[in-house]
Nanobody, 121 residues
Framework: QVQLVESGGGLVQPGGSLRLSCTASGTIYKIYVMGWYRQAPGKQRELVATIDDYDRVTNDDSVKGRFRFSRDTARRTAVLQMNSLKPEDTAVYYC???????????????WGQGTQVTVSS
């Protein structure tokens, strides 16, 4: 099973920046999608950004123009560069991966444990 290691969360003032990183390890035949979701207290988990194996990026409207999402396929790493952060960006951010361990099995989904991002004065 794939393991996801997340880093980069923390406390930042409005207008500041943070860089989140997620690295996948374990038995992996192919990663099809990597991305980030977030969940604020009392709210449902929502998509932030994803990128597939063709480097096609999907962003939520609330982060377009502020967040930059990229993937290093060789290192199995996804990076979310967050700029111009707003208080409403405060949430636990979860790494997401859609993958196969082998070609003869179905695709699986795995989640990271989450990293806290707090935007406050």
């Amino acid at each position: 099973q794939v393991q996801l290691v997340e880093s980069g969360g923390g406390l930042v003032q409005p207008g500041g920046s943070l860089r989140l990183s997620c690295t996948a390890s374990g038995t992996i035949y192919k990663i099809y999608v990597m991305g980030w979701y977030r969940q604020a207290p009392g709210k449902q988990r929502e998509l932030v950004a994803t990128i597939d194996d063709y480097d096609r990026v999907t962003n939520d409207d609330s982060v377009k123009g502020r967040f930059r999402f990229s993937r290093d396929t060789a290192r199995r790493t996804a990076v979310l560069q967050m700029n111009s952060l707003k208080p409403e960006d405060t949430a636990v951010y979860y790494c997401y991966v859609d993958y196969r361990t082998h070609t003869w099995v179905t695709r699986n989904i795995s989640w990271g444990q989450g990293t806290q991002v707090t935007v406050s004065s």
